[in-house]
């Protein structure tokens, strides 16, 4: 069984990894004996560090998803360093929250090239190397707002919303070539992201009441799933979009 899960000798890229949700699967896929590229704007220290004491290889490099030349920079960085690219997670991603009527060009087109433009293009990228070797996993992180309308954050449901399409787009075009291209939908997670959610008195109190689980989702809680969509137990999934959300969805 252990073995379906198994993930030694595999190299992966996530993005976004310096914290928050990125962290947290860059450990839970290292813990399955995954070799790491972390991609952040900033440096990805600690995962770096926290994957070297799991006596895996992290390596951290600086890109900025906002400029498409960061695209051939990622790619080549993991094929320099490792010489193969097995996985990729697109999990960087940013949130402008204004409302629509007052929304600007720039927070729309930031959010969109970060959170979906970006997304296509580094799977385009890393599918050129998986798909000469017929092996492949793409996992991009969704979000509840790939099935709901948010509020006050309009480009991001609608970035959110693309990265679900794109998910089963390159699902329909890459599976015949073995590759497997999902992604996972967290529900509220404690980080970054959610810093002013989880500040505000009311949003906060309206979000806990409707998640069954009754708490906010951890970086931790996604680590089962990453592995899951990044190893051979998912071989026969494609275009899927797993929900993690402590029951959101289903309330
Ligand atoms: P986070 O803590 O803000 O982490 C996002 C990471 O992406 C940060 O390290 C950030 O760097 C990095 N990043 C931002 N802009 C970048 C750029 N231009 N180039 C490279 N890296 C960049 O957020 P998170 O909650 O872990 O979110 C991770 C993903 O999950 C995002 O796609 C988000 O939309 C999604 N998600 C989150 C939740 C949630 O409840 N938290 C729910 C659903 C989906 P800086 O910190 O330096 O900006």
Redesign the pocket.
Known sequence: MNKLFDLTGKVAIV??A?????YGMSIGLAEAGADILL????PSTETEQEILKLGRKGFSII????QMSSIDLVINSALDKFGKIDILVN?????RRTPAIDFTEKDWDEVMQ??SKAVFFLSQAAAKDMIKRKSGKIIN?A??LSFQGGILVPSYSASKGAVAQITKALANEWAKYGLNINAIA?G??A????KALREDPVRSKQILERIPAERWGTPDDLKGAVVFLASKASDYVNGHILVVDGGWLAR
């Open positions: 993005t976004g310096s914290t928050g949700l990125g991609v952040d704007i900033v890109a900025d998803l906002a999990n960087a991603g940013i949130i970060i959170n992180i979000s509840l967290p509220y997670m980080t970054n992201n959610t």
